[in-house]
């Protein structure tokens, strides 16, 4: 995987509300105005761009849907152009916790590779992730790498929802070229919201085929959190960085992904050809290829309830003894319910990852755009 040197971090950022609600600019007129994907039931949409008088927007309820309404994994009509998560408000009670690791670091010099660390769903939130790595170490207090020979896996889904995603490219570019100059290494994997931030950069409102109707890539990245500041800022750099991620990893027994699904087996049997076609793919630069590939990496929950039997499978085909993931945040594997804004009650506290599918899944998204907690953590975990 091809990693490069980038920008270091803007000090100025806008702050944004940490929930899934739609930015206001979707309704702006111009480069940024909503296209609203054809067959779908939006409502009615004038010249303008907004909804027409006494007709509510859909996609801006804050309802939670039961968890039962969340299968196993989404089907293969599921098509990723509303948000299919709601919104979880502060204030706990649940506690997740998990013991750290029982592998001590390796002392540096000993010949053996640093410690391996992974980092959950970041969506643009720079100064969380700036603080989690200090927290453990791995940058100091200017944000440079500290860590020595450690190694450092990103699961994906640097950007959308929060204020700063090109920020956090930037940051990972660049603890990228330090790392490898201390001994250690920054890597990544490839999220669904860099397919998304990808497609509309490249696809705009080109149609495509969706499970409901025609859709757009950018209604779609507006829907799910995009950011004007972020396509704005994001550059050539950016976008070459993005395209080569790979898809999958596989890590002192931790098969790294970012998504909970077996939409990976159609991409190939084994790592390495995953990956390719993951890059080919996208070097075809072909709409409807690159919204099908996104599609069914949005897909989630494939490892929850009696899920075990699906990790197997990743497990048989790929190697490793577990699977490391992101994406799916932790409330929702957990089939959390959230209070409304507004309304008494609590929902849960994520303090480390969810184990879960008899031990065979580690969960990552600690739910950082829903007041949860940006994850940084040692691997293998003593449990």
């Known amino acids: ?126 100064d969380q992730l700036l603080a989690a790595l200090q927290d453990k170490g791995l940058v100091d207090a200017a944000g440079n790498w500290s860590a020595g020979t450690a190694r450092l896996w990103f699961l994906g889904d640097f950007t959308d929802r929060g204020p700063d995603g090109i920020g956090v490219i930037d940051l990972v570019m660049r603890l990228s070229a330090e790392a490898a100059a201390a001994g250690g290494y920054c890597k990544a994997l490839m999220g669904n919201h860099e397919l998304l931030l990808l497609g509309a950069k490249r ?34 750099h950016h976008l070459q960085w993005m395209a080569r991620l790979d898809a999958m990893e596989l890590v002192d027994g931790h098969l790294l992904v970012h998504s ?66 992101g994406h799916s945040p932790i409330p929702y594997l957990l089939g959390e319910t959230v209070p409304e804004d507004g309304e008494a009650g609590a929902g849960p506290v994520i303090e480390g990852p969810h184990v879960y599918a008899d031990g065979l899944a580690i969960a990552m998204d600690g739910g950082v755009t829903m007041a949860g907690k940006l994850l940084v953590q040692q691997l293998p975990l003593d449990i």
């Open 1 to 126: 995987m091809t990693q490069g040197a980038g920008q270091g971090p803007e000090v100025v950022r806008t702050a944004t509300l940490r929930d899934f609600r739609v930015p206001g600019y979707v309704h702006e007129t111009g480069p940024y105005a909503q296209n609203t994907p054809q067959g779908e039931s939006a409502g009615p949409v004038g010249e303008s761009g907004r909804y027409a008088p006494g007709e509510s927007n859909p996609y801006m309820s804050s309802e939670p849907p039961p968890p039962s309404e969340f299968p196993g994994e989404f089907s293969e009509g599921y098509t990723p152009t509303q948000r299919d998560l709601p919104v979880i408000n502060r204030g706990d009670t649940q506690q997740v916790a998990v013991a750290p690791s029982g592998a001590p670091a390796p002392a540096p010099g000993d010949g053996g590779p640093g410690p391996l660390y992974v980092v959950g769903d970041v969506h643009g939130y720079l």
């Open 203 to 236: 696809f705009g409102d080109t149609p495509v085929s969706s499970g409901a109707g025609t859709a757009t890539f950018q209604a779609a990245w507006l829907l799910n959190g995009g950011q004007k500041t972020d396509m704005d800022r994001l550059q050539d």
């Open 260 to 325: 909970d699904t077996t939409a990976y087996l159609d991409y190939g049997d084994s790592i390495e050809a995953v990956n390719d076609t993951v890059r080919e793919t996208l070097t075809r630069n072909d709409a409807e290829d690159c919204w099908d590939l996104f599609r069914k990496f949005t897909r989630r929950f494939a490892f929850r309830d009696d899920g075990a039997g699906a990790v197997h499978e990743l497990l048989d085909t790929y190697g490793g003894t577990r699977i490391v993931h």
